[in-house]
């Protein structure tokens, strides 16, 4: 039998990556493993964003790790801390000698005869191949290098300066000037709060109004917690709190989306008073249905009443020299745009992965538990909760895979894959979301079915007492030998 150059192949040294190599560390010390980051420095997203006000969109008791508590007073954070906070653990564990930095993974394809992945890097040296028993996609599911192009008409006859979240430029002087950020999502809601102070003027130009919620930064109840417990039990503690609260507003918003509409209508125009206008906070879609703007210490409505920022809905016919030409006929005059209208969903990092040479067409098949793909073996993939912190699936699909790898170990089988039942599977809906992100690309990803396991669930805690009171071995994840390829064999559901 072929041997390995290690058991498992991690890509991507953000949270989902890190989250994967503590638990192989605590749960699989038997197990050899690389992390493959393909930028020069670990963080992922936190490393990546770097515009203005870059923080957390909800609380670091969640988003932080369950297995290394978040120390500081605020719950919501800003990028850097959140990315010394990723270097630490880091560090603390050992971990910076596994990640191999500015090595990006092109092609993965699964010999069966082998049970290994070859997984095709490019290196500083050139390219390679690796051989790996497991594929961990800790890749996120959007796109590093092309965010969404919303063909914003006439942007190149702006004789100002265009910036993107995504590749903020470090140069960018907005001192004095009047600044439009065409977006109404959780990236201009940071910005705009974020440039007021420095800028002459910073209007949020938006086509839909998004449901908005204040928050303060710090959580009293998770700082109390740490003055009176233990570090390790008053996160755990906090962390649970946060979580049982916060799935109990979200089912309430969903069971009564009028009652939940109304509520934070109530909310908004008591930040706001006068400055309340019911156009620019009232969007056509009920709470939930798209995420929620956190609104940390209320900065956003303060900038609004402070005359610093302002709000425009209206819709873009085109860019001109000096600004943008709306549909109503006026031109929103501007000297920098900035365009925070939205990400590009991408699966698994655009690696080209095959079995056998075959190319796995990832909408044609469906998640298994959340985290693996039908009939793809020895690969988990990581795609965080729409309505809950992404470090959440992270966790558990890392503490999933470790389960399942010393499953492989007890039973004596190399390779891991999930067959749908032989009459197949009835297609649900795959999200309870109509987040324009999503919809644009849907056809890119595996579907779902509208129970367990076969699900891509968004209730954390249904996934919880799911992982708990089920076995690895549920009767749906086959363990296969090597001596055909699992994609041929018949399933053995040992």
Same mark, same amino acid.
């Given at each position: ?46 490393? !990546? ?45 050992? !971990? ?37 028993? %497991? ?14 192009? #919303? ?59 998004? %449901? ?16 009176? !417990? ?22 309430? #918003? ?23 206008? #019911? ?46 030409? !709306? ?13 925070? =209208? ?58 999933? =895979? ?93």
């Amino acid at each position: 039998m072929t041997s390995p150059d290690t058991d498992v192949v991690i890509v991507g040294a953000g949270i989902a990556g890190i989250s994967m190599a503590a638990h192989l560390q605590d749960q699989c010390p038997d197990r050899t493993f690389f992390v493959l980051e393909k930028r020069n420095r670990l963080g992922g997203t936190w490393d !990546l964003f770097r515009y203005p006000g870059v923080r957390s969109d909800s609380d670091m008791q969640t988003l932080g790790f369950s297995f290394e508590p978040w120390d500081s007073d605020d719950a919501i954070a800003p990028g850097g801390d959140i990315l010394d906070y990723l270097g630490n653990v880091v560090a603390k564990r050992g !971990l910076d000698s596994r990640i191999r930095y500015n090595t990006a993974v092109s092609a993965a394809d699964w010999h069966g005869d082998e049970g290994l992945w070859h997984v095709t890097i490019d290196t500083p040296k050139g390219w390679e191949t690796l051989r790996a028993r %497991w594929l961990y996609m800790a890749t996120g599911y959007y796109d590093y290098e092309q965010p969404y192009d #919303a063909k914003i008409a006439g942007l190149e006859d702006f004789e100002g300066q265009v910036a993107h979240p995504q590749f903020w430029p470090e140069d960018l002087d907005y001192s004095g000037k009047h600044v439009v950020v065409i977006g109404s999502g959780a990236t201009a809601v940071t910005i705009v709060p974020a440039m007021a102070d420095a800028a002459g003027h910073v209007t949020m130009l938006q086509r839909t109004p998004t %449901w908005m919620a204040s928050k303060p930064s710090r959580d009293k109840v998770s700082n109390f917690l740490r003055r009176v !417990l233990p570090r390790k039990p008053a996160y755990w503690l906090s962390r649970k709190v946060n979580t049982l609260i916060f799935a109990a507003m979200y089912k309430a #918003a969903r069971k009564n989306p009028e009652a939940a509409a109304n509520k934070l209508t109530s909310m908004t125009r008591k930040e706001l008073g006068e400055h309340y206008k #019911a156009k620019d906070f009232t969007p056509p879609y009920n709470p939930w249905e798209q995420r929620l703007c956190l609104v940390p210490d209320s900065d956003f409505f303060k900038a609004i009443k402070q005359g610093k920022a302002s709000i425009r809905t209206a819709h873009v016919d085109k860019v001109e020299a000096k600004g943008i030409r !709306l549909d109503d006929g006026s031109l929103l005059e501007a000297d920098i745009i900035v365009t925070a =209208t939205g990400l590009q969903l991408s699966l698994g990092g655009k690696i080209d992965v095959t079995l056998e040479g075959k190319p796995v067409t990832w909408g044609q098949e469906f998640f298994y538990r959340g985290c693996m793909i039908s009939n793809v073996p020895n690969l988990t993939f990581v795609f965080g909760y729409l309505n809950n912190s992404f470090t959440l699936r992270a966790d558990n699909t890392s503490a999933y =895979t470790c389960r399942v790898l010393n499953h492989l170990k007890t039973v004596g089988r190399p390779v891991a894959v999930p067959r749908p039942p032989a009459d197949g599977l009835v297609e649900g809906p795959l999200f309870p979301f109509s987040s324009g992100y999503l919809m644009r690309e849907i056809h890119q990803v595996p579907k779902s079915t509208d129970s367990l396991p076969w699900r891509l669930n968004h209730d954390y805690l249904a996934d919880c007492r799911d992982f708990r009171r089920n076995p690895v071995a549920d009767g749906n994840l086959s363990f296969e030998d090597t001596a055909q390829s699992p994609v041929e064999q018949k399933a053995d559901l040992a």
